[in-house]
């Protein structure tokens, strides 16, 4: 490892180090420059230096402790050093929580079917039904029917970011920031990952109902003049006989599903027996009342008084690509820089579908007067 500010090292589970780039097995151009144990007297793990000749200079140091099934929730500490300072290694345990990582409260994901697409594009296909299906006396011969074809394309986009560290950062402290950075990254892209999967659920409304009342709205009579699940149930009927789809899964966000199961007549038990649910965080549950319908509760979803009910396994898909990481020195800022990349697509399929009739969702809108 020639290079001044770049290099890594491997820890392994018996506590040997390996110079080299590969993470889960012996380099096999490295060489064994440290072995770790822990001492009965002391706390932590000591490190203990071997000189080795194929290694007259060792730069920066990353080490991941591996166990014999996974690769363990510890992060190694990132040193400075050259073979004239260097008498121990130190080995430092960097938490998620530790690191300030934001919580993961994105869903909208559960409601697109995933396509692998390694080589950034696809065609997949989508046939429409038929009901020319006769019975026919003896003799007698049905007509020659046609079913429309179509396909949607995949040509996924590129999401990315960048992270620069100065090399002043990077030796002022023994734990490198990009650890950081890259926690930071990483939270950033599944936002933005997030807010593109509901810009495509909202694409599927190209049919939208006629507003429902306000579950929400106190009547004289316990709320039965909106009995939610009944009309829910009225209205997924009418759109199967209409579309041969059935309704699968549906979207919304922690405001509309905390109306929705405010309802007294949500399970269709009137004023008893009924458990409220809230999802202040969103989530993924069965849906109240609705047997069968899975709720994607996702508090990024702003509208709050709208559902979007779709057959998933036709709506929508989300195609996955590559997900490349590259890592690089930037000579004019001096710093080191890791470049993320995640291919993918959020695709709304009936948007891509002009030969066929059928609709795969729906936008089901609750402001109608009281």
């Known amino acids: 490892m020639t290079d001044k500010y770049h290099g890594s090292i491997t820890a392994f589970p018996d506590g040997?180090?390996?110079g080299g780039e590969h993470e889960e097995a012996i380099p096999t151009n490295g060489g064994l420059i440290a072995t770790v144990q822990k001492y009965p007297s002391q706390n932590g793990l000591a490190g203990k230096v071997e000189t080795t000749p194929r290694d007259p200079k060792i730069?920066?140091?990353y080490a991941k402790i591996m166990s014999d099934r996974h690769v363990l929730g510890l992060k190694g500490a990132t040193t400075i050093a050259n073979s004239d300072n260097i008498t121990h290694l130190q080995l430092i345990r960097l938490y998620e929580q530790a690191q300030g990582i934001p919580d993961n409260y994105f869903h909208i994901d559960e409601m697109f079917?995933?396509?692998d697409i390694p080589q950034l594009e696809f065609r997949e296909t989508f046939y429409d039904t038929t009901q020319t299906a006769q019975y026919l006396d003896r003799l007698e011969e049905t007509d020659v029917t046609k079913t429309n074809y179509d396909e949607i394309k995949y040509d996924l986009k590129k999401l990315t970011d960048k992270v620069y560290t100065p090399i002043e950062d990077i030796l002022r402290t023994i734990i490198n920031p990009q650890?950081?950075?890259?926690?930071?990254i990483e939270w950033g892209m599944r936002r933005r990952r997030n807010q593109e999967g509901i810009n495509a659920v909202t694409k599927i409304a190209n049919t939208i109902t006629t507003p429902l009342g306000n579950p929400g709205d106190i009547s004289s009579n316990f709320h039965s003049t909106y009995e939610t699940a009944n009309q829910l149930t009225t209205l997924f009927k009418d759109f199967l006989i209409a579309n041969d789809v059935s309704i699968t899964h549906v979207?919304?966000?922690p405001t509309m599903y905390a109306t929705y199961t405010s309802n007294t007549w949500t399970n269709n038990s009137g004023p008893y027996g009924l458990?409220?649910?809230?999802l202040p965080s969103g989530g993924v549950v069965p849906m109240a009342g609705l047997t069968g319908v899975t709720a994607v509760v996702d508090?990024?979803?702003t509208n709050d008084q709208v559902m979007y009910a779709v057959n998933k396994p036709n709506a929508l898909r989300l195609g996955e690509g590559p997900k490349i990481l590259r890592r690089y020195k930037d000579e004019e800022r001096d710093a080191d820089a890791i470049k993320k990349i995640d291919f993918n697509q959020y695709l709304a399929v009936k948007t891509q579908l002009t030969k066929l009739t059928r609709d795969f969702g729906m936008t089901i809108p609750f402001n109608a007067a009281a």
């Open 16 to 18: 040997s180090i390996y």
């Open 59 to 61: 730069s920066a140091l």
């Open 113 to 115: 079917v995933k396509r």
């Open 179 to 184: 650890e950081v950075d890259l926690g930071q």
């Open 251 to 253: 979207a919304m966000s």
């Open 275 to 278: 458990v409220h649910e809230r």
């Open 299 to 301: 508090p990024m979803i």
